[in-house]
């Protein structure tokens, strides 16, 4: 069955803090990884997309790891800010199936002054 | 920004009433989609189009209807709200193919049937 499942559900750091969010899938045949980010009352912005053949991509202060062989993906955060609040939702999509986006139940991040 | 608008953002009705909630999209992409978000939960996709009079349905059955008339315009409709239709609503369009371009979405229409 395709899944991913996100870890942790919440988290509350401290502002200029790291963090990292976990993301692992069941998904196949994998085609890409992106990580959302969800602010409250709108709707998700991608952050980056993972491809089979990328272990790392930055965008900014947000880091995206993949590892296809152990099917698990990281965002990381670095030096945190209260704009980075948010739900941070991971989507794996597949290469066939009319629906083919699989999305996980995101991580809720807090960040306080 | 993305350019897709739900109308309205936020939505209270009693049970029973037929309402329609707006999505609409003017960079011209033939994909569009609609999610139910409950909160903690994973987005549901509920129907689907890939171009003018093309609708599909998607996994979460939710008693709702669509319509594409036009590209740019992808409506979703209850013909008869229950509380269990309380949710977020949110609409997304692609430009491409999921393998190219991410999805755009709306800021979401939050509905309580009461």
């Known amino acids: 069955k395709n899944q991913v499942e996100q870890s942790p559900q919440s988290l509350i750091i401290l502002e200029g803090k790291n963090c990292t969010l976990q993301c692992n899938y069941t998904v196949s045949p994998f085609s890409n990884l992106r990580w959302y980010k969800q602010d409250t009352g709108r709707g998700p912005v991608s952050l980056t997309i993972?491809?089979?053949?990328?272990n790392t991509k930055s965008n900014g202060r947000y880091t995206a790891t993949l590892d296809a062989d152990t099917k698990q993906s990281s965002l990381h955060i670095t030096a945190s800010q209260l704009s980075d609040s948010a739900s941070y939702i991971c989507v794996v999509s597949a290469y066939t199936g009319a629906n083919n986006l699989f999305f996980g139940t995101g991580t809720r991040l807090t960040v306080i002054p | 920004e993305a350019d897709i608008y739900q109308t309205p953002r936020y939505l209270v009705i009693g049970t029973g009433k037929k309402i329609t909630l707006e999505c609409s999209q003017t960079m011209g992409h033939d994909k569009m989609y609609w999610y139910q978000q409950d909160p903690g939960m994973e987005l549901h996709l509920i129907h689907y189009?890939?171009?003018?009079?093309?609708?599909e349905k998607g996994d979460l059955s939710s008693e709702s209807t669509v319509s594409r008339i036009r590209t740019e315009h992808f409506p979703l409709t209850l013909e008869s709200a229950r509380p269990s239709h309380t949710s977020q609503y949110l609409c997304a369009s692609l430009p491409g193919t999921i393998y190219n371009s991410p999805l755009h979405f709306g800021n979401g229409t939050r509905l309580t049937v009461t």
């Open positions: 189009s890939y171009g003018v009079n093309s609708t």
């Open positions: 993972m491809t089979f053949s990328e």
